[in-house]
């Protein structure tokens, strides 16, 4: 109690459809919409399968999802907040915590360390990462040059 599965599959449904509605600019509407319901439709299967399979009761189900969308909303949230917040910059109490970084560069170079990376603050990544392919289908070699060059021209 409760049901790990509902809540991995509410949290992923809940938080992909928030994103891909408030912060995807490579999407149209309809694709939105087909994408976010299609989404839901496979978290809703997964969680009425566990009281299919008997694993689970339905309080249990209902108590996984829940506290999977509640924590996809929060977390959206609290990114959201954190990408427009100067917590910690501009010689801010929060300094000595910081290095003098907004409260989101620092998760974003503390994210560099292990390679983590936020692309979709990329106005069309979708596109973008799709002509990057193109020009580089010729091989993994130049493909990785023309990311280099990419990058240098930001």
Not at 8 to 32: E, N, Q
Not at 35 to 49: D, F, K, M, Q, R
Not at 62 to 69: D, L, V, W
Request: net charge positive; aromatic share 16%; proline share 1%.
């Amino acid at each position: 109690m409760p049901s790990s599965h509902a809540q991995f599959m509410a949290f992923f449904a809940v938080y992909f459809s928030l994103w891909i509605h408030r912060r995807s600019k490579g999407f149209s509407p309809t694709v939105r919409w087909a994408l976010s319901g299609g989404i839901l439709a496979v978290s809703v299967t997964v969680a009425l399968s566990r009281i299919y399979l008997s694993y689970h009761t339905v309080g249990q189900v209902a108590c996984g999802y829940f506290i999977g969308a509640l924590f996809a909303v929060i977390w959206f949230l609290i990114t959201a907040w954190m990408r427009v917040t100067d917590l910690g910059g501009k010689g801010g109490m929060f300094d000595w915590i910081t290095g003098g970084r907004r409260l989101w560069e620092l998760v974003m170079w503390i994210g560099g360390v292990g390679y983590v990376k936020d692309l979709c603050t990329e106005v069309d990544i979708v596109r973008w990462e799709w002509e990057v392919w193109r020009r580089g289908a010729l091989g993994v070699a130049d493909g990785a040059r023309i990311l280099q060059e990419e990058r240098k021209r930001k």
